[in-house]
């Protein structure tokens, strides 16, 4: 139909995991400026899948229950306020992965720290059996463009994953981990230092110290 938009599957690696390659034809228009840098393309990408994900969640009131949230201790003001300096300093500290993985959820975007924290989970897997099968749900819960949570990737590395997926590693889905992290850092990590969500905790804890 209008586009020319083709897709074709193949089974393939760990268990027959489902392998999808989508090709588009020249009189489409090219939304990764001729580069595979992710900050171009991934972020039209993501605008556009947040609101197809907004209308998916609107329309199914079966979506799964939320997973829980890490363990993690109150934060102190200063921690809270460290998470305002670098994105790696608020992915660093469990307390600021739930803060912005709530923001996420505001945003319909969530699936990005899901994926992220379902990748440091399968580094520190080292039984064969187990790496499979977590990297074949990861597969079919992130990178599948069947799932309702697939995350933003490039043709290239979504190629790279389907490579690895014939013999899974804890390391199979790094380059993807990589381009989601540096998504949710400039698409993301912007709009949430500017939210609500950070601004009260910030703003209720200078409150708590000043009457302690």
């Known amino acids: 139909m209008g586009g020319g938009r083709t897709e074709t599957s193949a089974l393939s690696g760990a268990g027959g995991v489902r392998a999808t390659t989508t090709t588009q034809n020249s009189q489409r228009p090219n939304a990764c400026c001729f580069c595979w840098c992710c900050c171009c393309s991934c972020s039209w990408n993501e605008e556009e899948r947040r609101k197809r994900r907004r209308k998916r969640i609107s329309q199914d009131t079966k979506m799964e ?19 305002s300096q670098s994105f790696d300093k608020l992915m660093r500290n469990p307390a600021g992965r739930n803060v912005f993985r709530e923001f996420l959820r505001t945003e319909y975007s969530e699936e990005n720290m899901l994926f992220w924290l379902a990748c440091e989970d399968l580094k520190q897997e080292i039984n064969k059996g187990v ?3 977590k990297a074949r749900s990861i597969y079919e819960n992130y990178i599948s463009i069947l799932s309702p949570k697939e995350v933003s990737l490039d043709a290239r590395v979504r190629e790279v994953i389907n490579r690895k997926m014939q013999d899974p590693a804890p390391h199979t889905f790094e380059d993807a981990q990589l381009q989601i992290y540096t998504l949710m850092h400039r698409d993301s990590y912007p709009r949430f230092l500017s939210s609500n969500i ?9 409150r708590t110290s000043s009457e302690s």
């Open 65 to 83: 229950t939320i997973p829980n949230y890490e363990a993690c201790t109150k934060p102190s003001v200063e921690e809270i306020r460290l998470w």
């Open 131 to 133: 790496i499979e099968e």
């Open 198 to 206: 950070y601004k009260c905790l910030v703003h209720g804890g200078s």
